[in-house]
């Protein structure tokens, strides 16, 4: 079992930016894939980034040349960086985790292939 927990959500102005973090105990982190995803009021959740156990990266379209998604297997964390931040980006924020392995790496878009979730960390960006 893998627990997730997600940390530097907060309130802040467009343009702003926030580091999200997502802290895994229970297991070493380093065979695990983890994604983030998002879910602003009244809408589904969807995907924002993914990072892969190689390091590997992918984004929405949405977030590109914006957010940056790392890892530090050290100390068990990913993290989110979230730069310019837009009152569209108003969202709980979701940590994903699976040890899963596809060579293509939008496989990591799919919510349904995770098995570990994190309780989310609210995200609101005021115009």
């Known amino acids: 079992q893998v627990q997730l927990v997600e940390s530097g959500g907060g309130l802040v102005q467009a343009g702003a930016s926030l580091r999200l973090s997502c802290a895994a105990s229970?297991?070493?982190?380093?065979?695990?894939?983890a994604a983030w995803f998002r879910q602003a009021p009244g809408k589904e959740r969807v995907f924002v980034a993914a990072i892969t156990q190689s390091g590997s990266t992918y984004y929405a379209d949405s977030v590109k040349g914006r957010f940056t998604n790392s890892r530090d297997n050290a100390k068990n964390t990913v993290y989110l960086q979230m730069n310019s931040l837009k009152p569209e980006d108003t969202a709980v924020y979701y940590c994903?985790?699976?040890?899963?392995?596809?060579?293509?790496?939008?496989?990591?878009?799919?919510?349904?292939?995770?098995?570990?979730w994190g309780q989310g960390t609210q995200v609101t960006v005021s115009s």
């Open positions: 229970g297991r070493t982190f380093s065979p695990y894939a």
């Open positions: 994903a985790a699976d040890r899963a392995s596809n060579g293509d790496i939008r496989y990591y878009t799919r919510e349904y292939i995770f098995d570990y």
